[in-house]
């Protein structure tokens, strides 16, 4: 059995494995509730974020359907340094 096949049946094996580990920790019925964010049970007060462009894009505007400020978040200074944004 050459390399490439090899590594095909490892990666074959180890999705099989993870898949099967997965359906014992992850359980979509329990999943279908806000966990804070969008409906607000987690407190502005509580979200942060180490930097922010301006005051209409901190991390408290991160929150998901929301279009409170600019509607999201924004880290402080440019994300790609060398190009144009």
Do not use: N
């Not at 966990?35 to 502005?44: A, C, K, S």
């Amino acid at each position: 059995m050459g390399p490439e096949a090899l590594s095909s049946l490892l990666l074959l094996l180890l999705v099989a494995s993870g898949d099967a580990d997965m359906k014992g920790h992850f359980d979509p019925a329990k999943c279908r509730y806000a966990l804070g964010m969008q409906d607000r049970t987690i407190p502005d007060s509580d979200i942060s974020a180490s930097s922010s462009w301006s005051d209409s894009t901190a991390a408290r505007h991160s929150r998901l359907e929301s279009s409170d400020g600019d509607g999201a978040w924004c880290p402080a200074g440019s994300v790609f340094p060398k190009e144009e944004e």
